[in-house]
């Protein structure tokens, strides 16, 4: 299916959707069995209680379906919209038990999606004029990392690694424990060349004179700038470190910026030229969108 990430098959989410409705539900809904005769149909609207970007409707529309396939469906917006707060983007009709069965786990995955592609178009927009990527890490909730960084891309970010397997990442640990720059770099070059693996190898550097130790080593494709910036208690964003980096780096390597970025820090990040930013905070302390969904007997 076109409409599903890459790295998200419609299996993958059949399944995730699957194992969280058993969580939920358990061997049934007491409440709604108890309360709800039936044979009972109703209609519930989606509504936007705050201005945002909405990623998850797809998901949503599965899981509804996951619960009762002929509980009818209809959006008005799309996955990556720019709703405004009162803004009712959706409608679901049928069977009230099943609709009622569906609900948390629909809005739940909705609501932080959406929350994901909010905080994502805002760094995006942040980052103009500048041609400054937006990343995403790997600080998301286990289990529901394919829907988080789907959620960054549906806001216009970028999808960094999707895991360990993807990409070869040598950060601070690994250069201790390799024993220094140059000793990871090759160990990491020989390792694809014997395994023929043609993975992007990227190393962090926190220090100019490990940006140079870097230059001078070569052989990596992405140099990880990490904290070289710094906010002062009077607002003022100090660059000048990641500055020189990028500079001394050029063209040689792509660049990309680490700690400290927020929304107020963006513009000054992405002026020094560095080619890309990632915000663990995207994923692992997103603020969920206020969506509710209301229901009214047909």
């Known amino acids: 299916m076109d409409y599903l990430p890459s790295y998200l098959s419609v299996a993958d ?15 049934g809904d007491a ?32 899981v509804m379906h996951a619960v009762n396939p002929k509980l009818n469906v209809a959006w008005t917006q799309r996955d990556g919209a720019a709703v405004t707060n009162g803004t009712v983007f959706g409608t679901v009709k049928g069977h009230a038990r099943s609709l009622l069965m569906a ?29 400054t990527r937006i990343l995403d890490t790997r600080k998301t909730v286990p289990g529901l990392r394919l829907l988080d960084k ?9 999808n960094h690694r999707l895991g360990l397997y993807d990409q070869i990442l040598i950060k601070d640990n690994h250069i201790a424990a390799a024993g220094g720059i140059p000793q990871a770099i090759q160990a990491a070059q020989r390792w694809c060349r014997s395994h023929h693996h043609d993975l992007w190898i990227e190393i962090e550097a926190r220090t100019l004179d490990e940006v140079d130790a870097i230059i001078a080593t070569g052989g990596v494709d992405i140099v990880l ?5 710094v906010r002062h208690d009077d607002g003022i964003v100090d660059t000048s470190m990641l500055a020189e980096a990028v500079q001394r780096i050029g063209t040689r390597f792509q660049t990309e910026a680490s700690g400290n970025v927020t929304l107020e820090t963006v513009p000054a990040i992405a002026a ?18 206020d969506i509710s969904l209301k229901i009214q007997l047909q």
């Open 13 to 27: 989410l059949d399944m995730l959707i699957t194992r969280a409705l058993a969580e939920d539900i358990g061997p």
């Open 225 to 229: 700038l990490d904290n070289m910036v």
């Open 150 to 158: 789907w959620a960054v891309r549906l806001g216009g970010g970028h």
């Open 103 to 131: 609900e948390r786990l629909a809005l739940n995955l909705l609501q932080r999606m959406s929350g994901i592609a909010t905080a994502t178009r805002a760094l995006v927009e942040a980052a103009q004029p500048h041609d």
């Open 272 to 289: 020094t030229g560095v080619d890309a930013l990632s915000s663990g905070a995207l994923t692992h302390s997103v603020k969920a969108m």
């Open 31 to 62: 409440t709604t069995q108890a309360t709800i005769p039936p044979t009972t149909t109703a209609e519930a609207h989606f509504l936007a209680k705050e201005d945002g970007v909405l990623a998850g409707l797809y998901v949503a529309e599965q």
